[in-house]
Every structure is written in C-alpha cells, then in structure tokens.
C-alpha cells in the first residue's frame, strides 16, 4: 500500500520555508535561560545560543513508506535547523569534530531515561538504506546528527555533554513524531493508503488535526509521500 498524491513538483527551498516555524522545543540546558522564548526573535541577538537556537527555524520531517515501520504510522526523517530566513545552506554539518562514528552505543547508554527507547528509535526512526529489509539504522542516525544535529546551538559542547546532546536531540524527534500523528490525522478525512489524493486535501486534514503548517514532497524516490 502506499499514498499518492496529485500535486506539481516543489522544490526543497520552498517546502523548508513553509514548513519551518520558531521554536521553543529543543530544551536549554540551563535552568538559567528564560522560559518560554521563540527563536528568531526581534532581540535574539543578546540570547544566550545555549538558550535560544542560533539556527532558529526548525524542519519536522516525516515520511510514508510501507516498508518501513507501523502500517499505521509515518516514521521519522529529521529534525532539520534551518536559518531565520528559511535557508538552510550555512545550517548543515556544522561541526565535523562532533560526527560520531557509532550513535546506536550512545543511545543504548541512556535506555533507562524512556521505556523501549531504541527500540522506539527502530521502529519510528528506521532507515530504508541500503535497503528496507536490510537497514543500517546506525548509518542514518549518524548521517542526520552529523547533518542537522550538530547544528542545534542548544546541544553544543559549552552547553551540555555529547551523548546527552545526541539522546537529548533523537528523544525530541521521536516526541514530535509521536505528538504530530500524521497517519491518524489523514485518516479522520478519510485518506488511507493505497490511492490517490489532492495535494490540497492532504494539507488541510493535517492542518486541521494537528493545527500546523505542513507541505508534503510527493513521489520522493525513496518516499512515496514526506510531509515538513
């Protein structure tokens, strides 16, 4: 089964500046900080980036595949800091020395902070590569937190340690999964898979639900259907 959806291509740039909104969400690591301050804001600028995301738009990115976890839920794909703007070009592989070759071990340090947490990892976080019945899970947690992860000005070194930066950082991942329930959202109008949709539906009924903003990438190569 999959979706499908009926929509003309959109390109990655737009989908990022849709998608992306301030954020509050990736917890400082200081009792310090003030509370309940958006990214991007007016003043940020004076912000402690141990307090407020330097890159301050974030990208939640989920993806349907049917080979790949629940047959009820959307997996993970990222969680992605984007610029102020929009952009995301200066907002990748920010820190090479911060690329860890084996994440799987780190997260299996801090399995007793949440029941099933790799196992949640595998099943709502999986990687279709190099295929979907052979995956290597440690491969794509390490490529994103490479990617994305070390670009979260609020999990840098000065601001807590690296393991607790990289669980602090999958653990929000799969909260927000877990909070935007897409798959669910998409059912309650009627949208299941194994057809084909109005791009224009698909949004509406996730942003009724969920009450975000969302833009959907169709027919991805890998993905038949990624909503940001």
């Not at 900080?33 to 600028?45: F, K, M, Y």
């Not at 049917?66 to 047959?71: A, K, Y």
């Not at 610029?83 to 907002?91: A, E, I, R, V």
């Amino acid at each position: 089964m999959k979706f499908t959806t009926t929509a003309p291509p959109l390109v990655d740039s737009h989908l990022a500046a849709v998608s992306a909104r301030p954020t509050n969400s990736l917890e400082p690591c200081t009792d310090s900080c003030p509370q309940n301050v958006l990214s991007c804001a007016a003043d940020i600028g004076i912000m402690d980036s141990c307090c407020v995301p330097k890159h301050g738009l974030v990208v939640h990115s989920q993806q349907w595949h049917r080979d790949l976890g629940p047959n009820d839920k959307f997996t993970m794909h990222g969680l992605w800091p984007n610029d102020c703007d929009g952009s995301f070009n200066n907002s990748v592989f920010c820190n090479p020395n911060r690329e860890y070759p084996n994440v799987e071990n780190i997260l299996k340090r801090y399995c007793d902070k949440r029941e099933d947490f790799l196992y949640d990892m595998c099943k709502y976080w999986p990687s279709y590569e190099p295929s979907p019945g052979n995956p290597d899970f440690n491969d794509f947690w390490r490529k994103e937190w490479g990617k994305h992860g070390t670009c979260v000005s609020t999990l840098d070194p000065g601001c807590m340690s690296k393991d607790m930066a990289f669980y602090s950082y999958s653990d929000k991942g799969l909260k927000l999964r877990e909070e935007c329930d897409i798959y669910t959202a998409l059912a309650a109008h009627n949208i299941t898979p194994g057809d084909t949709y109005p791009v224009d539906k698909v949004i509406n009924a996730i942003e009724q639900e969920l009450q975000v903003g969302a833009a959907v990438w169709c027919e991805h190569e890998q993905y038949p259907l990624e909503v940001r």
